[in-house]
């Protein structure tokens, strides 16, 4: 079973635009972390934000915001006004204690922002 | 802090050909490396965890003896594909646990290989 599930494969947005990707996760441990990674066309993966399982406080960080709701196993992203700069492919991980800190990586979610 | 280097960041061979990758922690002692692999337009699939010292951990379907791992010290692990075909075409990225935060994993630029 996919443990993270990015169900949007593709996303077109006109620049300036807002923009939230989806993540819903899958855990029975009661303590794990949430992860989003941003993958632009050089192929790194940047580090965007990590969050634990006890917190639930939403995070803005300049244009980006996460929203985690645990009710839902849901850790949302949005992109406001968004730029040409933002275009790449999103990855939302899971990491749980219980195995070992393993990483479950999304399918991702490839943004383009069209100018 | 927390940097991982990856060597070389491209390499091109010849079908039948073994290529070596090194995965390097810069500023702290990876107790734990893993190597991922990442197929065009696809997720990010582990292929195996290493510990310092120990045999590495392949994930199911993965060729322990075509996808060589090392893992000889605390800041070095490498990766070789041993007679490579060009179905091993992919972009290889390795992380590595053991800094602070230290359940996180920081990754590597990744290795983009290309067999011909």
């Known amino acids: 079973a996919q443990k993270v599930t990015q169900a949007q494969t593709e996303i077109s947005v006109v620049e300036k635009e807002d923009v939230t990707l989806d993540c819903v996760y899958e855990?029975?441990?009661?303590?794990?972390?949430l992860f989003w990674y941003k993958q632009p066309p050089s192929g790194e993966l940047v580090f965007l934000i990590r969050r634990n399982s006890f917190d639930e406080q939403n995070e803005i960080s300049g244009r980006y915001s996460w929203n985690f709701q645990k009710s839902t196993s849901s850790f949302n992203f949005t992109i406001t006004a968004s730029q040409v700069v933002d275009s790449a492919v999103y990855f939302c991980?899971?990491?749980?204690?219980?195995?070992?800190?393993?990483?479950?990586f999304g399918t991702g979610t490839s943004l383009t922002v069209i100018p | 802090g927390a940097v991982v280097s990856q060597h070389p960041s491209r390499v091109i061979c010849k079908s039948g050909t073994s290529v070596k990758i090194e995965c390097r922690s810069l500023?702290?002692?990876?107790?734990?490396m893993f190597w991922y692999r990442q197929f065009p337009k696809q997720s990010l699939m582990l292929m195996a965890t290493?510990?310092?010292?120990?045999?590495?951990?392949?994930e199911q379907g993965v060729e322990k003896d075509k996808f060589l791992i090392n893992h000889a010290s605390l800041t070095l692990s490498t990766l070789t594909v041993t007679s490579a075909h060009p179905e091993d075409s992919s972009f290889y990225i390795c992380s590595a646990r053991g800094g602070l935060p230290y359940n996180e994993q920081f990754f590597g630029p990744g290795t983009r290989l290309t067999v011909l």
């Open positions: 855990t029975r441990d009661t303590t794990y972390y």
């Open positions: 500023d702290f002692q990876a107790t734990t």
């Open positions: 991980a899971l990491s749980e204690e219980d195995t070992g800190n393993q990483f479950y």
């Open positions: 290493s510990n310092e010292g120990s045999k590495a951990t392949y």
